[in-house]
């Protein structure tokens, strides 16, 4: 650190200054007529930084401060020259902290992390349905009240209706918010906060219930989700949280306010008199336009008083507020349209910017919501759509990573989420993220070191035992590497009929008539549990056979293709992306042919459920099958559950499948009005047949 070099600095931006420090002279020059943040740095005889702005300057000493070399008490620098600028303005950051509160020194933390990984943009998340986390004067009991939860689930919400008694409590007087804005501040970091309306509301409605649809008052949310209970669209409720604004402004001197506008359901507002009467009044045509009005209050608002909104992909529905920033977190498709109509945008899609994921298989991580964003994947984000056109691509402002807390229960486990995957997104933000393998060694070198060195908790999910599957002739090959290059990896399984060795760390398992399950293990000899990878591999009558999908999966839940469908992996739930298929489509289509007629007694099928992620169960199998691919008969059975089983008991060489689910989510869901997810998994036959089943293969 550049403290630890005892650097004698007192400069005025502007002028050229010689600084001394204990090994020669560094000399800063400020540019003119170059893009906003450029810095160059030369090390020779003497250190010297070029700078275009105060961030520039900043961005240089960080990029200075990653150099320094101490060894055997010997401080060095290497000889280098670089230039470099930012290729997006917006670099952000995003943290929860309403469903688990962090102290002041914990979020100066969080600002000290985006500072070393030249973050710009610190999007604070002060308020939802489980906790109000900051000061309004006017209206004290939002804190009184708002900011105390009785009791969180224990386990994943999912699955478990087990509590704790412990409440969770804490707020941000403004005084410790005014600290926070001009700490960041001297990080060239400006802080975004966001006030959550109309939904997400249910710790602000405890408070002060007044302003709901219903007046019913309930508790500060104890569970994850979504809930009916939003802000009513009446007057008084717009007047409130206008009153709100104000104080928020006058607190954050940056250029946005983010007032959320996401997941809010209109199930009370269509039975509520104030807001049909609003619908009325100002010729809305729906709530959908209702929301959007909702929305225009405030943008106006916020633009009288010098601000700009942003709002979550949801306030595209029923027109935009004039001046809108997009922040699309829904895929992709919200800031393409946000951008289509002139909008800026910032991407943060969940495929690839959501850090509450796994990063690994979640057998050696710590519980999860769900999803699977791995350090790679990250690394390969492009924030600019294929699909806009030249002078569109300019309105994407940039990107952030969004730290959703209801499974960090603390700040330990906050750094071990977002480190080291915001260095990958650091290096999309800057235009630097080339080469992933070289990305990988720079950061076991440089980083990893100073993580230990702080003793802050990290992820090595990158660099432990991989697998890898591929499709065989007949079955599956899967090849186990480790990123030191490990070539004595220990394997072992349950089923050594099954398993044939193909040399090195790599094996093959065939496709059989009858299921059966085999379990695969690899480790390199260590006592630690990321040092070992172990499968379980689902050995069935098509297991390496891909389908042929007439209906495409979402480009951010590809998995491996169609081979993800028969890779023998079972999805497993909290669910792993890659071990899914994502559908955002009401109908998929796809089929299958083997080489020869085959007595087919069942039609295995695996979906996933997962409602506050918005994924369904869909309504329908369809099978259609024939001997000849020319006369087709046709099967269907109803989808109750997770694993759907079809009875066949006919001879087929050629089967297609058609799988139907809703075209919206009802009321009371996440996401109502929006088109479910579908997400697919393993497909197997079940046969009386014993022979081996070989596959048509499609050119």
């Not at 943040?37 to 702005?53: G, L, P, W």
């Not at 695996?606 to 169960?617: D, M, N, P, R």
């Amino acid at each position: 650190m550049l403290d630890d070099l005892k650097w004698y600095v007192s400069h005025d931006l502007g002028v050229n200054v010689v600084f001394t420090y204990d090994g020669g002279d560094l000399i800063f020059e400020r540019m003119m007529n170059v893009p906003t943040d450029h810095y160059s740095i030369r090390v020779k005889d003497k250190i010297t930084i070029n700078y275009s702005s105060e961030a520039s300057l900043f961005y240089a000493m960080q990029s200075l401060k990653q150099m320094v070399v101490i060894e055997d008490g010997m401080i060095s620098i290497p000889y280098c020259s670089i230039s470099d600028e930012p290729k997006f303005q917006w670099r952000g950051m995003h943290l929860d902290v309403s469903r688990h509160f962090f102290t002041v020194d914990e979020v100066k933390q969080y600002l000290d992390w985006m500072a070393r990984y030249k973050f710009n943009r610190f999007h604070w998340h002060l308020t939802d349905d489980q906790g109000w986390r900051i000061e309004i004067k006017k209206y004290p009991k939002l804190t009184e009240i708002g900011s105390v939860r009785a009791k969180t689930l224990i386990g994943h919400a999912g699955s478990s209706k087990e509590f704790d008694d412990k409440p969770e409590r804490g707020f941000y007087t403004q005084a410790e918010i005014k600290e926070i804005v001009r700490y960041a501040k001297t990080k060239c970091i400006e802080v975004v906060p966001e006030i959550e309306m109309p939904g997400h509301a249910r710790a602000a409605l405890a408070a002060y219930p007044e302003y709901s649809c219903t007046g019913e008052e309930l508790p500060v949310a104890e569970t994850w989700g979504v809930f009916d209970h939003i802000f009513c669209s009446k007057k008084e409720t717009i007047d409130f949280l206008q009153d709100i604004l104000g104080e928020v402004i006058a607190l954050f001197p940056g250029e946005y306010i983010h007032i959320g506008g996401d997941e809010a359901p209109k199930t009370n507002w269509k039975t509520c008199s104030a807001c049909q009467n609003q619908i009325k009044v100002n010729g809305l045509k729906d709530e959908a336009e209702l929301q959007s009005y909702f929305i225009q209050q405030m943008g106006a608002f916020l633009t009288k008083n010098e601000k700009k909104l942003i709002g979550w992909d949801e306030i595209l529905e029923g027109g935009l507020a004039a001046n809108a920033t997009v922040m699309s977190w829904r895929g992709t498709k919200g800031g393409i349209e946000a951008a289509e109509q002139d909008h800026p945008v910032v991407m943060t899609p969940g495929s690839h910017c959501y850090f509450d994921h796994y990063q690994s298989d979640r057998s050696t991580e710590p519980l999860a919501i769900g999803g699977y964003t791995p350090l790679e994947k990250v690394y390969s984000f492009n924030p600019i759509p294929n699909e806009l056109s030249g002078n569109k691509r300019g309105l994407i402002l940039g990107a952030q990573a969004n730290v959703w807390t209801e499974y960090m229960e603390d700040f330990d486990q906050v750094q071990y989420m977002i480190l080291p995957r915001m260095v990958a997104l650091s290096e999309v933000l800057w235009g630097t993220n080339k080469d992933y393998k070289d990305f990988l060694i720079r950061l076991k070198n440089f980083e990893f070191p100073y993580y230990d060195k702080t003793e802050t908790p990290y992820s090595r999910a990158a660099f432990y035992v991989q697998s890898d599957i591929s499709t065989s002739e007949e079955g599956i090959i899967i090849k186990f590497t480790k990123d030191d290059g490990s070539q004595n990896l220990q394997i072992s399984g349950n089923n050594k009929k099954s398993i044939i060795p193909l040399g090195k760390n790599k094996l093959k398992v065939n496709r059989t008539p009858a299921k059966s399950k085999v379990k695969i293990q690899a480790t390199s000899g260590t006592s630690s549990n990321a040092d070992t990878v172990t499968l379980f591999i689902l050995q069935h009558s098509t297991l390496g056979a891909e389908w042929d999908l007439t209906t495409q999966p979402s480009s951010y839940y590809s998995g491996d293709g169609a081979f993800t469908l028969t890779d023998g992996i079972i999805g497993r739930r909290p669910w792993n992306g890659k071990e899914w298929l994502g559908f955002d489509t009401s109908t998929i289509k796809m089929n299958f042919a083997f080489k020869k007629k085959r007595n087919i007694s069942t039609v295995n099928v695996g979906f996933l459920q997962a409602e506050t992620s918005w994924v369904h169960l869909p309504n329908q199998v369809i099978v259609r099958y024939s001997k000849n691919g020319k006369r087709w008969k046709e099967a269907t059975s109803s989808v109750d559950s997770e694993s759907t089983k079809l009875k066949l008991n006919k001879k087929a060489q050629f089967i297609e499948l058609e799988i139907v689910g809703d075209f919206t989510i009802p009321e009371g869901k996440n996401g109502a009005g929006h088109t479910p997810w579908i997400f697919m998994d393993e497909i197997w036959f079940d046969s009386t047949d014993k022979s081996r089943f070989r596959i048509f293969k499609r050119n």
